[in-house]
């Protein structure tokens, strides 16, 4: 008995300071849904029925986690970049300005574009080259949340942060099938992501290294497109190979050391503690947008009650499932509708723990927290401290335990007695 009060009270002196704190969110006063969602984008130009924006890619840095800072390929500067909102049937035309050395492309993911429109290189449209610009056109259609996002080496690209989202809101005039069923004032938006900031870093410098090299090999007549990898189709490439070109595949392989392994997870580009926050207060619904833009499977788990999943790629579910953890592989979005029913914090974290962590260790990763706004003010105060009496008792166990017949580490570390299998 003793021993369990021990390995309580011993684990929460020595990590005390490293649990996830969402406290202080609360007394920073309330926030509103805007500043834990992406900026939105304001139209160039805007009339009935048609709304026309500008999106640039840039080479930027960003500040994941207070003291990590890391490269990104960033729309409008941020990551993600900023969101699209349309209503269904508009007529959207989006510029698009490459202002890096590598090669982009932008894929409307979920939306029914004309094929022309959908942004994968080589095969609906030519990439947008360095310093070189490219129209999208397309009616905004279907209604929900869908994304964007770079099409060219996509597994660079994407984790560089080349992802936003595209909102298609319900004709001007009609009434949102999902606020209809659960009426809500409020919304948030949360992109997740997943990052190798090493695969970034050294794939960045190699992808621009090379691009360097094709340029100035074009410049002087001597580039070939073998170097690069560039063929007008398969018929085209196997041709190369007759005349004894060896695709890299053939002669080298990437070894799984080489491929990502994120050491980052993020939700808008920001990982605990500085993820965003959802703000509640009780009586209320709010709407939850979610977007997996990374190539990890996040299963996301909220604490203290059960939400409603409500659309599942966009598409309004004809009967809502209420449940407390949502899958969200690459590429889906999922809307929840979460009831304030329940005041308090609540954790709403990633319940394989490997991603709730920053760099390996936790806490980290997409932790974050469903935070009443109107929780009295004695409840705010209810934050369970460390004091001296708890720490006292933590020191007097230790000494008990020396004297036992239990093994103890030097550094204080209880050894588990060995438990026979046979037992
Ligand atoms: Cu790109």
């Excluded at 805007?34 to 939105?40: K, L, N, Q, V």
């Excluded at 939400?307 to 979005?333: C, H, Q």
């Amino acid at each position: 008995m003793h021993r369990r009060n021990f390995l309580a009270t011993g684990a929460a002196a020595s990590l005390g300071g490293l649990l996830p704190r969402f406290m202080a969110d609360l007394q920073d006063g309330p926030a509103n849904a805007a500043s834990s969602s992406p900026e939105r984008l304001k139209p160039v130009h805007e009339t009935d029925g048609f709304k026309e924006f500008h999106l640039y890619v840039d080479l930027v840095q960003q500040e994941i986690v207070p003291g990590v800072t890391i490269h990104t390929l960033a729309f409008n500067g941020t990551v993600p970049g900023p969101e699209i909102r349309v209503n269904y049937g508009d007529r959207v035309r989006v510029h698009f300005e490459n202002r890096t050395g590598l090669n982009h492309t932008i894929h409307w993911h979920g939306l029914h574009v004309p094929w022309r429109m959908d942004g994968v290189p080589y095969v609906t449209q030519l990439p947008v080259m360095p310093d070189q610009t490219f129209t999208y056109e397309f009616e905004a259609k279907p209604y929900g949340t869908h994304m964007y996002h770079c099409h060219w080496g996509t597994m660079l690209h994407m984790q560089a942060g080349m992802y936003g989202s595209i909102i298609v809101e319900p004709r001007e005039g009609e009434t949102d099938p999902i606020q209809e069923q659960f009426p809500y004032e409020r919304e948030y938006t949360f992109i997740y992501s997943s990052h190798d900031t090493n695969f970034v870093r050294e794939e960045l410098n190699i992808m621009l290294e090379r691009m360097k090299e094709r340029r100035y090999l074009m410049k002087n007549g001597r580039f070939t497109r073998e170097r690069f990898g560039l063929f007008a189709d398969v018929d085209d490439l196997r041709a190369s190979m007759e005349e004894g070109y060896l695709p890299p595949y053939s002669i080298r392989r990437r070894t799984s050391a080489e491929l990502p392994d994120p050491n980052f997870f993020t939700i808008n580009g920001k990982s605990y503690p500085d993820t965003p926050r959802l703000f509640i207060k009780e009586g209320e619904n709010i709407r939850v947008r979610l977007i997996n833009a990374g190539a990890s499977i996040h299963s996301l788990h909220l604490h203290g009650t059960d939400f409603w999943e409500v659309a599942n790629d966009g598409y309004p579910l004809a009967s809502p499932l209420r449940m407390n953890t949502i899958m969200l592989p690459p590429g889906k979005t999922h809307d929840i509708i979460i009831p304030g029913d329940n005041p308090g914090i609540w954790s709403f974290h990633d319940h394989d723990t490997r991603r709730a962590t920053n760099n390996g260790l936790y806490p980290g990763g997409t932790l974050t927290a469903l935070i009443y706004e109107d929780l009295p003010d004695s409840e705010r105060l209810a934050m369970p401290a460390m004091d001296h009496s708890m720490m006292d008792h933590a020191n007097m166990q230790m000494d008990m335990d020396m004297n036992s017949d239990m093994n103890m580490d030097m550094d204080g570390l209880t050894k588990l007695p060995f438990i026979s299998l046979d037992q």
